[in-house]
């Protein structure tokens, strides 16, 4: 996640909402609509890595769905391959590219796809004595060893391995090859005999005025490293398929901005636009919000406001007495707020706030599935 100092119109948006004071059993009541089987809260700890850990537990869940067990598979397997890629697209560009603990969901699946994957057991990117991630020192030596090896071209015929024994001190060295069930796995093999991934059932969904629709385009934010394209849609169309989505008991990764005063997970456990009232507990989640629609949101995507901040898992729908839809978030924070690791988003700060999504193929309806041209 990236800590930014707030701008002036996000104080404009919020300038109403208050820090509440914690209170014990202050949740209001909510109506279950949907709800997706999924995997425990985890916690990514001191870590950029909330695109690893939101996107892996959408697999995991996709799993569950498909009657193949529920399974711990590791964030930092994925992390540690990832690097691999970023490094290469750093030195070919000469360092004129992002370099940082940042991704998106999309590298998450095609990493998945490229590389494999594994249990937490077989590796936990956590090495002797430590019980919590910070990638800050790994990132800081993977970055200057790249540098050097700028300095003076041409590279060093072996420059990975360096590079990987940095990984290596720090997440610990992956195991070719790993025994599951009494069965040999490389991570391919695992990947694809056990959790019978492939990274084509999964789709790439934004919605942006300044592009066609219906079209896929390289999302513009930092993290978009590897230059990933996303179809575009109308936003009633991206709000509709994720509830959809929900609805027929399939998951959905999302990257937002939540560097605003309406993400208040920690003492409120909702994100709300709201308007004209202070987020008193408990929460009223029928209080009136400000109103959406594209053009606001796009205004507020193209003068930096809403930004690629942090990326989560949707795993079900609510609705409150007066019928407002929320969507139930699972973060990475670990288990804070007044809903352990949850927090429930209102329609409203989803529509301003989305980046890009992540949806299994199979939630698409046929009709949209036409529209973007997918076979």
Not at 255 to 279: C, H, I, L, R, Y
Request: with cysteine; net charge negative.
């Amino acid at each position: 996640m990236n800590l930014r100092i707030a701008t002036p119109l996000i104080l404009w948006l919020s300038a109403t909402v208050a820090l509440a004071q914690p209170m014990k059993d202050a949740t209001p009541e909510m109506t279950t609509l949907a709800k997706v089987d999924h995997t425990d809260v985890k916690n990514q700890g001191n870590t950029g890595t909330c695109w690893s850990f939101s996107t892996v537990s959408l697999v995991e869940a996709q799993t569950m769905k498909a009657n193949l067990g529920e399974f711990d598979l590791s964030e930092m397997f994925i992390v540690r391959n990832i690097y691999i890629d970023k490094a290469k697209n750093y030195l070919l560009r000469l360092g004129s590219a992002r370099f940082s603990e940042g991704g998106l969901g999309s590298d998450v699946i095609n990493g998945m796809g490229k590389y494999g994957a594994v249990p937490e057991g077989v590796y936990s990117g956590l090495v002797l004595g430590e019980k919590s991630h910070n990638h800050a020192k790994m990132v800081e030596r993977l970055k200057a060893y790249l540098d050097e090896q700028l300095a003076s071209p041409p590279l060093e015929p072996d420059w990975l391995a360096g590079y990987n024994a940095i990984m290596d001190d720090h997440l610990g060295k992956v195991p070719e090859t790993f025994t599951y069930r009494e069965k040999v796995y490389t991570p391919k093999t695992f990947a694809a005999e056990v959790l019978k991934f492939k990274a084509e059932d999964y789709v790439y969904i934004t919605s942006f005025t300044h592009h066609p629709f219906y079209k896929p385009f390289i999302v513009e934010i930092p993290d978009n490293y590897a230059n990933e394209s996303y179809y575009n849609v109308p936003l009633d169309e991206m709000i509709s398929l994720t509830e959809r989505a929900l609805e027929k008991g399939y998951s959905v990764m999302w990257d937002s901005d939540v560097s605003n005063f309406n993400f208040k997970q920690k003492n409120e456990g909702f994100a709300m636009m709201w308007k004209d009232s202070k987020p008193t507990l408990p929460v009223n989640p029928d209080a009136e919000e400000l109103a959406y629609d594209a053009k606001l949101r796009q205004d507020l995507f193209e003068n930096l406001t809403t930004q690629d901040d942090h990326l989560m898992h949707i795993v079900g729908i609510e609705r409150s007495k007066g019928g407002k839809k929320f969507f139930v978030v699972k973060n990475s924070w670990g288990g804070i707020g007044p809903y352990k690791g949850y927090i429930k988003v209102s329609e409203a700060y989803f529509a301003i706030n989305t980046i890009t999504l992540v949806v299994p193929r199979a939630a698409l309806d046929n009709t949209l599935i036409q529209k973007l041209g997918l076979k």
